[in-house]
């Protein structure tokens, strides 16, 4: 039975517009609200929010006797403001502001990237992060030999600013959420973005259920698509997933580099990664159906990644976890995938709902 068709142009409509709204850990809200908006077109779906603000979507499936979930997360790296600055040298007062990092953030990745405030009454303020001897006119070979980390990193705003009652003035107070710019560029099939992590993935789940409602179809088993707003800081689907779900495919970015077997083109099933082995029996009947369906697919180990399954599993999650995903180059850094990849992975993910 071949697969429903999938709307390629929507899925890289709606990635786009997702990527393009911010939406660090803690601050998903508009996200989670963008996703929720598009599945309310599906009057198949039954729509619901967890406590902590993860969006689930129910679909009653053909059978519900042994009922499935998948995960992806819409939020994704960025930063609080820590301090603002009121010393600075020779006594001049500069209301720069220094951050603390929200999940993985690579601060390299980030340097010189236009970013946004958000004040804790709604406004956006506009500024960028800069390493604190920026100049090279002024500190010379200082410019390049300075840590990029939290104590050498500020954002500068784009206001002007000569004391710290100025950055007050402007409603920015320590704690305000700051959200980096994802610089998203579609080139020959590319799409190249912060925060590929984990919003492709979002958008193949999407996707998967267009076209599964577009062609009439339902799901052989009644699905959870839980949409998870805390996985960059671990506990995302350590909540809202149904104790009586039998099985969890965590829809998670492949690490694409030196040494691993994912590319850009293509999904990954990982069997393995810090955390350890994934579910043997769930892993490999995803690969049957991959095989079943002639989708091309790798399988790999990710050294340094944890994942929402294994967040449901530390939480007491009694269920078979397993996790596919396309491939992201240059992941939590400035990342780039291809449309072919979001395709698989989108094509896996409907041979698996239809799966009896
Ligand atoms: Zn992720």
Redesign the pocket.
């Known amino acids: 039975m071949p697969l429903p068709k999938i709307d390629t142009n929507h899925l890289t409509q709606f990635l786009v517009d997702l990527l393009n709204i911010p939406s660090p850990t803690g601050l998903t809200e508009d996200a989670i609200a963008f996703v929720e908006k598009e599945l309310s077109n599906y009057p198949q779906l039954k729509l619901s929010r967890t406590r902590k603000g993860a969006l689930v979507a129910v679909w009653e499936g053909q059978s519900s006797d042994a009922s499935r979930a998948l995960t992806a ?1 819409v939020d994704t790296l960025g930063a609080m403001v820590k301090e603002i600055k009121s010393n600075s040298h020779k006594g001049k007062v500069n209301g720069r502001l220094s951050i603390t990092r929200i999940g993985g953030l690579l601060l390299p990745a980030v340097e010189t990237e236009g970013c946004w405030v958000h004040t804790s009454t709604g406004e956006k303020i506009r500024g960028s992060l800069l390493v604190n001897t920026a100049s090279g006119h002024v500190h010379g070979v200082k410019a390049l030999e300075t840590k990029r980390d939290e104590d050498n990193m500020e954002i500068r705003l784009d206001a002007r600013i000569s004391t710290k009652q100025d950055v007050l003035d402007l409603g920015i107070r320590v704690g305000d959420f700051v959200s980096f710019d994802p610089r998203v560029e579609l080139t020959n099939g590319f799409i190249r973005s912060r925060f590929l ?2 919003k492709a993935c979002v958008a193949a789940m999407v996707a998967a259920i267009k076209s599964l409602a577009d062609s009439g179809k339902a799901p052989a088993q009644t699905t959870y698509f839980h949409f998870s707003n805390y ?2 800081v671990g506990h995302g689907a350590s909540a809202g997933i149904p104790a009586d779900v039998t099985e969890l495919v965590t829809v ?2 492949a690490a694409v580099g030196p040494g691993q077997e994912s590319d850009e083109f293509h999904a990954t099933i990982c069997v393995k990664d810090s955390n350890g082995p994934y579910h043997h029996g769930l892993s490999n009947k995803l690969r049957e159906l991959a095989d079943e369906h002639e989708i091309q697919y790798k399988v790999d180990i990710y050294p340094y990644y944890g994942s929402d399954g294994e967040a449901f599993w530390r939480a007491g999650g009694d269920v078979a976890v397993a996790l596919i995903g396309p491939g992201v180059d240059a992941s939590h850094n400035y990342e780039r995938t291809h449309t072919e990849a979001l395709e698989a992975t989108t094509n896996w993910l409907l041979a698996y709902l239809l799966n009896d």
């Open positions: 997360h992590d984990d996985e960059e998670d970015m």
